[in-house]
């Protein structure tokens, strides 16, 4: 498994500057265009939450994405992390023979 060294940004932090930033939107504006709570926007951009599929079906819809871009920008920002919290897996063995 390949080691990355720096971590991956979470998705909050590409859809403020390369969306909300670049276009000049507020987050009240988009959660509304989005049809969320600022709240549940806020945490995201914030780095609190969490891409969700739903999420990323809304911000491909909106940013002319794909969902899967938002999915896996969440899932290499969770392994990134999940690695670093966490050394058990390291102490699992193969279970297929070499």
């Known amino acids: 498994m390949p080691?990355?060294?720096r971590k991956p940004t979470h998705p909050g932090?590409?859809?403020k500057r390369?969306?909300?930033e670049t276009l000049s939107l507020t987050i009240s504006k988009v959660a509304e265009d989005l049809r969320v709570s600022r709240k549940t926007l806020s945490k995201?951009?914030?780095?609190k939450g969490s891409i969700t599929p739903d999420m990323a079906l809304r911000l491909s819809k909106a940013f002319n994405t794909t969902p899967e871009l938002w999915l896996n920008m969440q899932?290499?920002?969770d392994l990134?992390?999940?690695e670093?919290?966490?050394?058990?897996?390291?102490k699992v063995k193969s279970l297929i023979p070499a």
């Open 13 to 15: 932090g590409i859809l």
């Open 3 to 5: 080691i990355r060294i």
């Open 18 to 20: 390369h969306y909300l």
């Open 84 to 90: 670093k919290k966490s050394e058990e897996f390291t």
């Open 80 to 82: 990134w992390v999940a």
């Open 44 to 47: 995201i951009i914030n780095e």
């Open 75 to 77: 899932t290499n920002y």
